[in-house]
């Protein structure tokens, strides 16, 4: 399975769905997870109505997007003509090009969006407007050239959904910021909340809304996690997926000023 975050679904209908083939961008997400969190829309693709072909300024773009946020490359998500859901022969070859490229890269994420290709199938995804992402990964073969090509299932993890619910249920408006928060190493989705004295830290789990997420409340400008004090929260699995998180963040210890 790959998730995608909702911002990314966001920027992906914005960017390529909403437009007539053939457009693409760059996924990234952080190492050693099935997570993508991050969408660099290629500007400067060389493209036909039948051909998408990244640019080299998007090479550099997803180097700098690597080094800035400590994310890695996942893979180029393109839009075909009506109805033909599947990777060309031209796309088999970028695949193959991409990974030999990216030796650090174990699995390249290549979803394909377009117009009436619902297949029906768990890797698709229903983008609205008879839009739909069909999602392939290629891995390399062993021992051989070439790549195999698998249709793994789709997943959303709604993240900033829920918390502007919960911004929404403040009394006061309130400053936040989505990102990424590094705990042992690893980059994990994260929205930290600030007000005049406290600092909150939400780290969403990969599992998440099944699993509820890490809060950490600080003074503020303490930036060590390990002074941090964990917060715990009520998870009710009865709560609708989207209310969860602003429900038990309400109920919990938590103090926002506003
Ligand atoms: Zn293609």
């Known amino acids: 399975m790959i998730i995608f975050t909702d911002t990314v679904i966001e920027n992906i ?38 051909s998408y072909t990244p640019s080299k300024g998007l090479t550099n773009l997803i180097r700098q997007a690597e080094t800035k946020n400590g994310l890695v490359y996942k893979g ?6 009506n109805g033909f859901n599947q990777p060309s022969a031209q796309d088999l070859i970028i695949f193959e090009e991409n990974l030999s490229q990216n ?20 890797n698709d995804m229903d983008l609205g407007d008879d839009m739909f992402l069909t999602l392939f990964t290629a891995y390399r073969n062993t021992g051989y050239n070439g790549i195999s090509i698998k249709k793994p299932d789709i997943s959303i993890c709604h993240s900033k959904r829920d918390i502007d619910i919960f911004i929404r ?3 006061n408006p309130i ?8 705990i042992n190493g690893i980059n994990h989705i994260n929205t930290t909340i600030k007000d005049e004295g406290t600092t909150i830290e939400i780290v969403f789990p ?11 409340q600080g003074k503020k400008g303490n930036t060590d996690l390990l002074k941090m004090e964990t917060i715990g929260l009520e998870w009710d ?19 926002l000023k506003g």
């Not at 400053?175 to 590094?182: A, D, I, P, T, V």
């Not at 990969?206 to 950490?216: E, G, H, R, S, V």
């Open 76 to 81: 180029i998500i393109h839009s075909h003509p």
């Open 175 to 182: 400053h936040f910021e989505n990102g990424y928060l590094k």
């Open 206 to 216: 990969t599992n998440y809304p099944f699993a509820a997420p890490l809060i950490l």
């Open 13 to 50: 209908k914005e960017h390529i769905a909403s437009h007539d083939p053939e457009r693409g961008g760059a996924l990234l997400g952080a190492p050693h997870t099935n997570i993508v969190s991050e969408f660099i829309y290629d500007e400067n693709a060389i493209t036909s109505s039948a």
């Open 169 to 171: 249920s403040l009394n």
């Open 103 to 122: 030796p650090h890269v174990p699995y390249f994420v290549a979803p394909i969006v377009t117009r009436g290709g619902d297949t029906g199938k768990n």
């Open 237 to 255: 699995f009865t709560t609708i997926d989207e209310n969860k998180l602003s429900i038990s963040l309400n109920k919990s210890t938590i103090t």
